[in-house]
């Protein structure tokens, strides 16, 4: 199993300027998750879905990010326009109806300049 | 306060065991999870454990669960240099359909 696959790895953007990360779940999976880290928050639940629907996007910081689920197997988190508060590690996870755990990809570290 | 409490670090010499504790304020909560954070790397699952159960061993790892106290440890028997990384505290409701609620973090520091 090739597990939670992210991309980028990372990324160095102007403020401003549009980011997209990518996220592909383990095959099978039917719960996709995007958190956020950062030093200060920690590890920070924005958005997830189940069977491509998003179930809570309580934890969207602000109308400059959005996610969507177009299939199983593809989710994106877009932040459009960037800002450097934005700098963080983001994390997509994985985990299906009926399992216990969660797992996660290796996040894609973005930097906004 | 905050959901789930650590402590920011722990200093251990290389050989002797480390214990991380975490506290929890959701008494609801019926999976609770240790997750390992590498430089520069995702978050591995380590272990969890259910809500009714008081401990679990898993080779060198040893969970205990207080839920009079809403108290998890995770002890690392043998500590050694490959040990060092952050050590993550996680709850859940419901295992793998429910978002997880995670503490901040114990930086596991090993000294020779």
């Known amino acids: 199993d090739a597990g939670v696959i992210q991309s980028p790895r990372h990324e160095v953007t102007e403020m401003g300027q549009e980011v997209t990360l990518r996220c592909k779940p383990i095959?099978?999976?039917?719960?996709l998750f995007w958190y956020r880290q950062t030093m200060m928050r920690g590890l920070e639940l924005l958005i997830y879905?189940?069977?491509?629907?998003?179930?809570?996007d309580s934890g969207m910081p602000e109308d400059r990010f959005s996610a969507k689920m177009p299939n199983a197997s593809f989710s994106t988190l877009k932040i459009q326009p960037s800002e450097p508060r934005d700098s963080a590690v983001y994390f997509c996870?994985?985990?299906?109806?009926?399992?216990?755990?969660?797992?996660f990809g290796e996040g894609s570290w973005l930097t906004v300049v | 306060g905050e959901d789930v409490e650590q402590s920011l670090f722990l200093s251990v010499r290389e050989g002797d065991s480390s214990v991380i504790n975490c506290t929890y304020t959701?008494?609801?909560?019926?999976?609770l999870y240790w997750y390992k954070q590498e430089p520069g790397a995702g978050l591995q699952l380590l272990t969890y454990i259910f809500s009714n159960m008081d401990m679990k061993q898993d080779q060198r790892l040893t969970v205990l669960l207080n839920k009079k106290d809403k108290h998890l440890s995770l002890r690392i028997a043998d500590t050694q240099t490959g040990d060092s990384a952050i050590y993550f505290c996680?709850?859940?409701?419901?295992?793998?359909?429910?978002?997880?609620?995670f503490g901040k973090g114990t930086h596991l520091i090993i000294q020779p």
């Open positions: 996870a994985s985990s299906w109806t009926g399992g216990n755990t969660i797992y």
């Open positions: 879905f189940n069977n491509n629907v998003p179930i809570d």
């Open positions: 959701d008494s609801s909560s019926t999976y």
């Open positions: 095959s099978g999976h039917d719960y």
């Open positions: 996680a709850i859940s409701k419901g295992g793998g359909a429910d978002g997880l609620t």
